[in-house]
């Protein structure tokens, strides 16, 4: 009796097994292929959801391979170069948000329609190292001038989302302090009570342009310097996803990107001079870059994106008026709207230009010099030279 007992445990466990086959098989099949087609399809240089470049697959060698960076390098490629990643990576971000109630994706949340990043916390050893390179740029070149100097923090989108959906807000308040304090003889211009949550892009990190009517009032009444009062709205396109999109890999739906113009700025002329201080040397461009609308970032429409140095000269602006704005990325689509009381705006983003080569493009004497930076900026200052 026992040994038919034993005869059929093993019958049964025999046939368990079998049944699992097919299974096995066909993971182990499908990995398989995931890995041939790795190899063979052709490498992707850059992320357009997630604004950046990707990883690409080392070249095989005895030293890269006896000091492990190979392998180290190969893990990376691979998870970046893998079949059908994009589609991974939204099932991913969609099982964290609807099944596993995740409060947020790769720092990324989703409350209230939008997308905002977390903030926090406060980084003041950050926001103190941009006060510094702030410092050192007003004493090599405005100290011993006649400048006015204003400054500004743009706040981040969460600013307005975070609390009331149960996320941590970074102190704005401490933020403006420590740069105030930094750069004591600037006026400091505060923008939060201008703005709102629809100031914001609902997919991307930045403010939109149709928005920012109060906010450059109040810088240029700051200025003593005149508004636009007949800017026109205009659609530059209505599929617009932003960053936030493709970093949490979300399926959420595309959103237009407005902008302003009239006769003045149309007739304006944007210089980007790119380590070149010969204005003579340049070929001049819009305000607004419809081509970039197709590009690896949108936002970039206005006044090109991100560059180190940028001159614009206004036609109709006032000649011995001259505006010399550092800033980042939220800039771009600002700067247009302080235009109308100054001839030439020069436009400085530190991120990619040495402060030391400043000279080489503004001589400072009697201008107006705002500085205007993003929280996300200082609560990550790093990229500051």
């Known amino acids: 009796m026992k040994k038919k007992e034993k005869e059929q445990n093993i019958e049964k466990r025999v046939s368990t097994s079998h049944k699992g086959l097919p299974v096995v098989l066909t993971v182990s099949i499908v990995w398989i292929l995931l890995a041939l087609l ?43 170069q893998f079949p059908f990643r994009e589609t991974f990576r939204s099932l991913r971000a969609v099982s964290d948000q609807y099944m596993f109630r995740k409060k947020d994706i790769h720092g990324i949340y989703y409350a209230e329609g939008y997308l905002a990043e977390l903030l926090y916390p406060l980084d003041e050893d950050s926001v103190a190292y941009a006060g510094e390179r702030t410092r050192q740029v007003y004493d090599t070149y ?11 923090v743009v706040p981040d989108k ?31 211009i505060s923008l939060e009570d201008t703005l709102s949550l629809s100031s914001y892009y609902r997919t991307d990190s930045h403010w939109r342009q149709e928005m920012l009517g ?3 009032d109040r810088v240029l009444e700051a200025m003593n310097a005149e508004p636009f009062t007949d800017l026109e709205k205009q659609e530059a396109t209505g ?26 700025l149309e007739d304006c002329k944007v210089y980007d001079m790119q380590g070149n201080p010969d204005i003579t040397a340049v070929s001049p461009v819009g305000i607004y870059q419809p081509e970039a609308l197709t590009g690896r970032d949108p936002y970039e429409y206005y006044l090109s994106g991100n560059a180190a140095v940028l001159i614009i ?21 600002l700067i247009p709207l302080l235009l109308r009381s ?18 080489d493009y503004v001589q400072f004497q009697d201008q107006d010099v705002l500085f205007i930076y993003s929280s996300l900026l200082l609560n990550k200052s790093d990229s500051l030279q």
Do not use: H, W
């Open 38 to 80: 790795c190899f063979l399809k052709p490498e992707q240089a850059v992320s357009f959801q997630e604004r950046r470049l990707l990883n690409q697959f080392p070249e095989l060698t005895l030293s890269g391979i006896r000091s492990g960076a190979f392998m180290e390098k190969y893990e990376k490629a691979a998870a970046d």
């Open 142 to 152: 405005m100290k011993e001038t006649n400048v006015k100097v204003y400054l500004a």
């Open 158 to 188: 969460g600013y307005y989302l975070g609390e009331d959906n149960g996320y941590p807000v970074t102190d704005l308040s401490r933020m403006k302090e420590i740069m105030q304090e930094a750069l004591p003889e600037a006026r400091l």
């Open 214 to 216: 109060e906010s450059a």
């Open 239 to 264: 599929s617009f996803r932003g960053v936030y999109a493709g970093q949490a890999a979300l399926p959420v739906e595309t959103e237009p990107i407005f902008f302003l113009t009239n006769d003045v």
């Open 313 to 333: 000269e206004n036609p109709a602006g006032d000649p011995e008026r001259e505006l010399v704005v550092f800033r980042d990325s939220f800039g771009s689509s």
């Open 342 to 359: 100054y001839g030439r705006v020069t436009v400085i983003d530190t991120r990619y230009v040495k402060p030391k080569a400043l000279g």
